[in-house]
């Protein structure tokens, strides 16, 4: 099933003295439980391409279509709201809101969409135990590694069921074990959650574990090749 | 959980907080002992004003208003007195002659006003019988014969107040454990005696050192002092024919009340010994002073008595007193005036505490946006934030005021150095400070809605922020 679909998406920049093409015709499809990386050199465009997929920032041109919903049709307090439904985030520096716990960090998402209180217990649970943090969660991003934090973050994203879930280099911060350990736990997520992962990253554990790869150069598509 | 977010974001950073927390505790205790005290003066003024002086309601003939002649007096007075005994309202009321008279005595002379009054009946009108000083002889008596009572103002006008050492005084003094070398100083001024307070302080200036005044100068004028009691006062009044008459009264006790301008022209004899002087057959009533069980009724008697008899006139205490009226009904300008600078000046602590939350907050802001968090969750957190911070001091303020207020209230604050001044106005020298309910409601309001204005400008600055922008600060 189509969860995502990019038509002939172009991201235009209009500077003083030069105008940057960051994103250009770029025509893309995700499929439901893809787990796809977006790689490229340093100002290729991915992580414009994916401030463009997540709703943060609106395409010069194209169009980008999520579970049916033109994005460019939405109004700014429309797109929150479709970004809390929709889209989960997971951002290079973790983001975590510091004076929460790991479990209030999971369920605040679902707090703001008004889940029940022992179906968002339930769900918080059962994520901080899949991410490994099932002792934590009573701990303060303060008082967890970045691996650690990431993994929160992970879980955050996926609390609320989202159709796909957008993560800008997620293991840019993180030592080899930590990546490699927050990499699995997504794979498996992906599995058994059916849901839709796409990573920009330059890390090639990432891109190794990646089903789908997607390189960008120049703000175009140059190759998209999927794994057996 | 959006409350919880924003108390907690409170205390993140704590010294900060504190500031700003402290700053609002320190400016609600100033604002509450600000009017708490205003708010003691006025009830004092107001309750002087009507228990010594002018009651709720008096009622006089028209044209003494205007010119206080001696045959001036209450018209259809019987008709009077029977609605006034009819009123449900009523607590008491009494009957005064009221002329202006000259008092001499050897030494000196004053203009004053004579009341003729009965001295029983007047006590459950006014309070000058509990205002009678110490060592200052007593009130009236019904049956003493040309007595006069008269203020510590009129006693010293008439130097009937005087400030003698003697021997008896040292040995008290002795018992208070005044240093010896002052005892000794003050056996300069032993047996001379002073007739105003100014030569006596005079002379004290001379023979003390300042310090020794600022420590024992109170205290060794209070022990000096010696009211003339019994002394001899002429009085002297026109008769109905306009023939100035005089006659002797005896000082029997000196009152004081916290409005030396009251106090300086009003002297009160036996209405019957005033009516020998003056001749005829009645006792003359020029005022009718009435006391009721609610000062909010004030108005409504008076619309009761108004048509009893168009030819004299019925005043409230609002029209006999207009400034405490006045500031009684200016106290929630007061409120509003002093709290409201106080607020404003808070206002711009909390704005600039809340805006740098905000500028080292961008990133989380713009992620809390990029996840999907509305701009009107996004207000309401820094409007709770601002709130909680603003009200965490406040109520420790309130509490604080309220303490101090408390004591306060019951010691009393002393202004030593400005007491003449505020009793020439009317005002007690010494204060106590009074907080009402209705204050604490006003002050809630004023700080929550302080803190939510306050809010406002650092929350439109959070929501003007690009969550794609926020999101790539460091």
Known sequence: MKVLELKNVNKIYNSTEVKVHAVNDVTLQFEEAEFAAIVGPSGSGKTTLLNLIGGLDMPTSGEIIIGGTNLSRLKSSQLIDFRLNNIGFVFQSYNLIPVLTAKENVEFIMTLQKWPREERDERTYELLKAVGLGERINSRPSKLSGGQQQRVAVARALASRPKFVLADEPTANLDSKAATTLLEIMEKLNHDEKITFIFSTHDPRVVKMAHRVITLEDGKVVSDERKE | MIWSIAWKNVWRNKKRSLVVIVAVTLGIIAGVLLVGIMEGWINQRLHDAVYNEISHIQIHNNEFIKNEEIDLTIRNLHEITRSIDSLKELSGWVKRTKIIAMANTPWANAGVIIYGIDAEKEKQVTEIYKKIVPDGGGYLDNQSARDILISDKTAELLKLKQYIVTDSMIEGLKQEKIPGNVLVKLENLKDIRFRSPKDFKDEMKNVFSRKELDSYGLLIT??????????????????????????????????????????????????GELANLYGGNDILTHEIAILLNNIEDAGFVKEKLDPVDRDNTVRTWKELAPDAAMMNDFMIMYYIIFIGIIMLALAFGIINTMLMAILERTKELGMLMAIGMNRGRIFKMIMLETVFLTVVGAVAGMLSGWTITGVLGKTGIHFTGWGEGFEAIGFAARVYPILTPEFFIFITIMVIATAIVSSIWPARKALKLIPVEALRTE
């Not at chain 2, 019994?230 to 409005?259: A, H, L």
């Open chain 2, 222 to 271: 209070g022990k000096a002092l010696d009211y003339r009691i019994r002394n001899k006062v002429q009085i002297t009044i026109s008769d109905k024919e306009g023939n100035p008459v005089q006659g002797i009264f005896r000082v029997c006790g000196i009152y004081k009340t916290t409005n030396t301008g009251f106090d300086q022209a009003s002297v009160f004899v036996n209405a």
